[in-house]
Antibody, heavy 118, light 110 residues
Framework: QVQMVQSGAEVKNSGASVKVSCRAS????????IHWVRQAPGQGLEWMGF????????KYAQKFQDRVTMTRDTSTNTVYMELSSLRSEDTAVYYC???????????WGQGTLVTVSS | QSALTQPPSASGSPGQSVTISCTGT?????????VSWYQQRPGEAPKLVIY???NRPSGVPDRFSGSKSGNTASLTVSGLQAEDEADYYC??????????FGTGTTVTVL
């Protein structure tokens, strides 16, 4: 079955960078976009952007344009999301999700908690 | 890009129906038939329950249905069950390869 498996929780200092991985399996890796979505504690979902595994290019939400980089490694079917200049407001669970029919997201990874301490 | 507007909460007794609205603009919900809905139980990742406004993925009960009128999309859960208690989020394509989520609705089964 299709699965998205993410890396483990991270604790970072303010101003540092974090890199979260998401390994896809059960389908052709280059056939679908992979999106990143975050959820701050007790808050809603926020779309961050996506990577196109076939091309290696990415599209970012304007809010994160200056601080995020999304990449992929086709040899391991893994995508990465790196967020720099971390601040306390970046404390959240970060999810990857496969782009699916009708611009939906399915399935989702289990989530990676990133905690930014000042 | 502003978040789509959902009511904070909705509730119903077992067996009843509950409908959740998702209001956007002509640049997102009203402009495309690309509205999807997600169920998120506490401590879990979101799960797709409706895509392309009205379509259910395989394995999602037919108690879940979606619709859209103008700039507002809706999710209806019929025959409420205890397992339907969760947060629900809508999402819409917003043009130029952008996406936006709703503010989220907590559904309580009384």
């Amino acid at each position: 079955q299709v699965q998205m498996v993410q890396s483990g929780a991270e604790v970072k200092n303010s101003g540092a960078s974090v890199k979260v991985s998401c390994r896809a399996s059960g389908y052709s890796f280059t056939s679908n976009y992979i999106h990143w979505v975050r959820q701050a504690p007790g808050q809603g979902l926020e779309w961050m952007g996506f990577v196109i595994p076939r091309a290696g290019s990415a599209k970012y939400a304007q809010k994160f344009q200056d601080r995020v980089t999304m990449t992929r490694d086709t040899s391991t079917n893994t995508v990465y999301m790196e967020l720099s200049s971390l601040r306390s407001e970046d404390t959240a669970v970060y999810y990857c999700a496969r782009g699916w029919g009708g611009n939906s997201f399915d399935p989702w990874g289990q989530g990676t908690l990133v905690t930014v301490s000042s | 890009q502003s978040a789509l507007t959902q009511p904070p909460s909705a509730s119903g007794s077992p067996g009843q129906s509950v409908t959740i609205s998702c209001t956007g603009t002509s640049s997102d919900v009203g402009g495309y038939n690309y509205v999807s809905w997600y169920q998120q139980r506490p401590g879990e990742a979101p799960k797709l329950v409706i895509y392309e406004v009205t379509n259910r993925p395989s394995g999602v009960p037919d108690r879940f249905s979606g619709s859209k009128s103008g700039n507002t999309a809706s999710l209806t859960v019929s025959g409420l069950q205890a397992e339907d208690e969760a947060d629900y989020y809508c999402s819409s394509y917003a043009g130029s390869s952008n996406y936006v989520f709703g503010t989220g609705t907590t559904v309580t089964v009384l």
